[in-house]
C-alpha cells in the first residue's frame, strides 16, 4: 500500500483565494482525520471522520474551513477564503478505528500571502 | 484546545545515551500513542499503551503509563545520531467517539 496520499505538496495562494487540499487514506481504513501543525499552536485535531460520516469538527476554526469525505477513498479540506493566520502544514492521517494507531500522509505546506 | 503536555520541551544529548521524555495527560483514556516526526515529514506510529497496561516495550524504546498520575514516559536507550527528531504523545480519549489529541512535543537531538 502506498499509505497515506496528501496533494498537493505545497500550495502558494493569495489572501482571498479558494484552497483545496486532498487526501487519499490508506484502502479498508474507516477513520480519517484533518490536523493542522504550526510551531504556535502545535498539533490541532481540526476535523475526523468515521464511515465516511464527520464525527466531531469542534476543532474547525471558523465557518471558512469546511471538510467533506463523499467515499471511503477520498477527503477535501476547504478554506474559503484564506487568510495568512492559515498558514500551516495540514495533515491527514487514516486509522482502522477512531481507537487504533494513526497513518499520517506527508502533509500540505499551505503559504497564504 | 488540545490535551497532553510533553515535558521537556527540548533534549540534547550523546550518542550512546539514553533519553526520557514525559507526557501528561488530562482525561481518562482509553490509550496512549507515542509519535516520532522527522523535519519536514508527516508523524509515524511508535508505540501503542492500552489504559490497562503499565508497559511496553519495542526495540530500544521503552513506554511507561501511569494513570493515577495520568503520565506516560518514553525511554530510548542507546541513543543514535538517527533519533533526532521531534517526539509525541497523544491521549486517545472521547467517551463513545474517541479521537486522538496531541501536545506540542518534545525535540530530541542526539549529538554525534
Known amino acids: 500500500d502506498a499509505g497515506v496520499i496528501q496533494s498537493p505538496r505545497h500550495e502558494v495562494t493569495e489572501m482571498g483565494q479558494e484552497v483545496t487540499l486532498r487526501c487519499k487514506p490508506i484502502s479498508g481504513h474507516n477513520s480519517l482525520f484533518w490536523y493542522r501543525q504550526t510551531m504556535m499552536r502545535g498539533l490541532e485535531l481540526l476535523i475526523y471522520?468515521?464511515?465516511?460520516?464527520?464525527?466531531?469538527d469542534s476543532g474547525m476554526p471558523e465557518d471558512r474551513f469546511s471538510a467533506k469525505m463523499p467515499n471511503a477513498s477520498f477527503s477535501t479540506l476547504k478554506i474559503q477564503p484564506s487568510e495568512p493566520r492559515d498558514s500551516a502544514v495540514y495533515f491527514c492521517?487514516?486509522?482502522?478505528?477512531?481507537?487504533?494507531?494513526?497513518?499520517f500522509g506527508s502533509g500540505t505546506q499551505l503559504s497564504v500571502l | 484546545s488540545q490535551q497532553g503536555e510533553e515535558d521537556p520541551q527540548a533534549l540534547s544529548i550523546q550518542e550512546g545515551e539514553n533519553a526520557t521524555m514525559n507526557c501528561s495527560y488530562k482525561t481518562s483514556i482509553n490509550n496512549l500513542q507515542w509519535y516520532r516526526q522527522n523535519s519536514g515529514r508527516g508523524l509515524v506510529h511508535l508505540i501503542l499503551?492500552?489504559?490497562?497496561?503499565r508497559e511496553k516495550h519495542s526495540g530500544r524504546l521503552r513506554v511507561t503509563l501511569d494513570t493515577s498520575k495520568k503520565s506516560s514516559s518514553l525511554l530510548i536507550t542507546a541513543s543514535r545520531a538517527a533519533d533526532t527528531a521531534s517526539y509525541f504523545c497523544g491521549e486517545n480519549s472521547g467517551g463513545s467517539n474517541y479521537k486522538l489529541t496531541f501536545g506540542k512535543g518534545t525535540l530530541l537531538t542526539v549529538n554525534p
Open positions: 471522520f468515521n464511515n465516511n460520516v464527520p464525527i466531531d
Open positions: 492521517a487514516s486509522s482502522l478505528s477512531t481507537r487504533e494507531k494513526l497513518f
Open positions: 499503551i492500552r489504559s490497562n497496561e
